[in-house]
């Protein structure tokens, strides 16, 4: 159980926390577009940040952010080191902010292998994720740049290679 009274990201290392970033939705405007993305920060110890951030030509705006514990006012600067990097990557770093449209298209940054071990891969960050308490699902999105349903579709053909357990028992 956490019992500091603030997060104090600063005093974290990037290796403790894993963060996901998936998208919420988009609104195009005539040439212009703005996503908004749902990004989470979790750490082993139960601790986790979980924020809404919008990306248009504007920049990177966070509209909600939800910590617990609580995160401290000098680590939002901090949390934005953490972030830049994933929400650059599930926006197709350096392509513009409008890159990967749409909310099943690949997420830029990851390059997944294909076939047996693809399957394996994504076996394996299931599993791991699932050890540490964490999401799976966001993990296997993470390792593979996949969306939500690209995830869960790579996640039941590792299950059909019977690499991971049967979702449910059979009756």
Excluded: K, N
Aim: net charge positive; hydrophobic share 45%.
């Amino acid at each position: 159980m956490l019992e500091e009274s603030f997060l104090q990201l600063s005093d974290r290392s990037p290796a403790e926390g894993a963060v996901s970033v998936w998208p919420a939705w988009e609104v195009r405007e005539g040439e212009r577009a703005t996503r908004w993305l749902h990004v989470r920060l979790a750490f082993g110890d139960g601790a986790r940040v979980d924020a809404l951030a919008t990306v248009s030509e504007g920049g990177v705006c966070v509209e909600d952010l939800r910590a617990r514990p609580a995160l401290a006012l000098e680590d939002l600067a901090v949390l934005a080191d953490w972030i830049e990097g994933p929400l650059a990557r599930a926006c197709g770093a350096g392509a513009g902010p409008a890159a990967g449209d749409g909310a099943g298209a690949h997420r830029g940054g990851a390059a997944r292998p294909r076939g047996p071990e693809g399957r394996r891969l994504v076996a394996r960050e299931y599993r791991a994720a699932q050890e540490r308490g964490a999401d799976p699902v966001l993990a296997v999105m993470d390792a593979t740049g996949q969306s939500r349903r690209g995830a869960l579709r790579l996640i039941g053909r590792a299950r059909d290679a019977g690499l991971l357990s049967p979702r449910h028992a059979r009756r």
